[in-house]
């Protein structure tokens, strides 16, 4: 049980991840360097309720030690919040020898991890996640990115921390909602390729917040789950496109809220949309399925259709995202498509399976049946 260790190793390919019971222990910074300035990138929110004691660690290890911080959230993980980083490691002249250690949820990761791997082509990179969708997700498997010009991830990179460091105390500080955000790409990980991650969040709703073990458990198996897809498929080429499963649907949802939507709500919506698309193309044979994803999400507090983000949208945006063409013209910018004119999707097969189509783990769908799914979605909001 965590209460009774210090650490434990979950992963070690393709890269170390540590489940820690706290960090006040010497030996998990014993690979980095105190001859160099150690970085830190967070977010002020961070700053504000963890860093304090986490800082004052490091310094009395003898680190020197830079905190650079940006506003917390999505909107914020844009170019220009980029750029003004890296002028600040020029400015405090951090050398190639320096280590960055990326302090806090998705959107913090995902910039640390962009900066290490441009800033003097590469930085040994440390990450300490500190919501449930950083350590399942954001933290494992290298991947990086920024927003550009409201675009999804439209810049990034792939490049491996040298190890991640889990401390589920910090799960305390968050908000339950929070915790449901992060649930939504877990239910993910149980849906494309682990039947027992399924039962698993079924069985343990309600114990997943109050008992450590179950807690530990959740994100051990999450954590491997993910990393063993991405060995098998480190730069996304195939395999590793299956955990892109609601994210088609959730980016375009993003993009057209203007970040006013969670990533979490966005990918829960996308897979019930993506799922009842599988079903409609005849991939998936088991309708059932469907009621079971919905009532998955509603147990975590989750959407499962565009009506249910009507107040969480502001209504000036409803027309915006309430559009089929709207969405479909954002899916042509997704990642995963060939052109923007021959959109790409992933689809389940069954219940821990995603549909593997030849190797390449996305097609195409009709675009009639999209349009229909989509226009339906719409269709009740606007006459609600």
Known sequence: MLQTMMSETIITTPHVVKLISNFFQKKLFSSISTAYP????????????????????????????????????????TWETFISLQYQLVDQNISPKSSIIGIGGGTVLDMTGFLAATYCRGLPLYLIPTTITAMVDTSIGGKNGINLRGIKNRLGTFYLPKEVWMCPQFLSTLPREEWYHGIAEAIKHGF??????????????????????????????????????????PYDRSLRKILNFGHSIAHAIETLAKGTVNHGQAVSVGMMIETRISLAEGVMKTPQLIDQLERLLKRFNLPSTLKDLQSIVPEHLHNSLYSPENIIYTLGYDKKNLSQHELKMIMIEHLGRAAPFNGTYCASPNMEILYDILWSECHVMRHC
């Open 192 to 233: 494309i390729a682990d039947a027992y991650l399924w039962e698993f969040l079924n069985s343990h709703s309600k114990m997943l917040f109050s008992s450590s073990q179950i807690l530990h458990e959740f994100i051990k198996r999450n954590c491997q789950i993910k990393a063993a897809i991405v060995a098998e498929d």
């Open 38 to 77: 150690l970085v830190i990138i967070t977010d002020v929110s961070v700053q504000q309720h963890l860093l304090g004691p986490i800082l004052d660690h490091i310094k009395m290890l003898g680190y020197q030690v830079i905190v650079l911080t940006f506003p917390p959230g999505e909107p914020n993980k």
